[in-house]
């Protein structure tokens, strides 16, 4: 079963059929909203909210664990993560969409991994390529087949957030090697990577980050929502054409 996690300006999945929510726990404690389960031309899929339904949980104190935890005991077996981003890239400005094949993680304290705590087994796990490669593909396809522009590759910087970076660290995640700038990208990638599920994201870039294009002073929170919210019925178009393939 596809599993679909969504961000900001998505949180809510409408027009599913035989839709019912589904509030569940884990032993890592409470997703971050019930599941959403319903069926897209027949197949069933299971949707989660990541910042809540009523979008209050900020990406620093987002439950990765129970939320990826909650999808796993649903039945899902791929995680497409829907997620705004900052670009980075001159190409990636406002409305671009993009499925990421890297990740530089530059987030902290946050409960980052299954195999801690009484019991575990120290374990580690190949994380040389985050997303999986299959979902990728089928998630490109997707795009294609309802005819909406995606870009193919990108590497992602997981920030902690919640504020927004300093146009200097920006500059370095660009020298680093970062293409797109988030809060949620991680740990959500690992502990998807961890719990043996395919995970792949797309990126809404929602404004240039800090630091580059019309963001050189500022970034326009005003303009993002509109950006933000166009882009989504793009991204929702994708979703339907994926979960029915
Ligand atoms: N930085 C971090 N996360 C974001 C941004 C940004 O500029 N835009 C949307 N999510």
Redesign the pocket.
């Known amino acids: 079963m596809l599993a679909i996690l969504g961000g900001s300006g998505l949180s809510r999945l409408p027009g599913l059929e035989g839709m019912r929510s589904k509030s569940v726990r884990t032993a890592y404690g409470e997703p971050s909203a019930s599941l959403t389960l319903g069926r897209i031309g027949g197949r069933e899929i299971v949707f989660l909210a990541r910042h809540g339904d009523a979008h209050s949980i900020p990406p620093h104190q987002v439950n990765y664990r129970a939320n990826i935890q909650a999808l796993k005991d649903a039945g899902a077996k791929r995680i497409a993560a829907v997620a ?3 670009g980075i890239r001159r190409d990636f400005g406002p409305g671009v969409l993009v499925v990421p094949d890297q990740i530089i993680d530059y987030t902290w304290g946050r409960a980052s991994t299954f195999y801690e705590g009484a019991g575990a087994k120290v374990t580690h796990i190949d994380f040389t390529a985050p997303y999986a490669a299959a979902l990728r593909k089928d998630i490109l396809a997707a795009a294609k087949a309802c005819g909406e522009a995606i870009a193919d590759g990108g590497c992602y910087g997981a ?1 902690q ?1 919640p504020r ?2 300093t146009a200097a660290e920006i500059a370095r995640m660009e020298r680093d090697g970062a293409d797109l ?3 949620t990208g991680m740990p959500e990638a690992a502990l998807a990577r961890e719990a043996g599920l395919e995970y792949a994201a797309i990126n809404v870039v ?2 240039h ?2 630091g580059k294009g019309d963001s050189a002073h500022a ?1 326009s929170l005003a303009a ?1 929502e509109a950006v933000v919210e166009q882009a989504m019925q793009r991204v929702r178009r994708i979703l339907e054409k994926l979960a029915a393939a």
């Open positions: 705004t981003v900052g920030t957030g927004l970076e700038v988030g809060m929602a404004n980050a800090a970034i993002i």
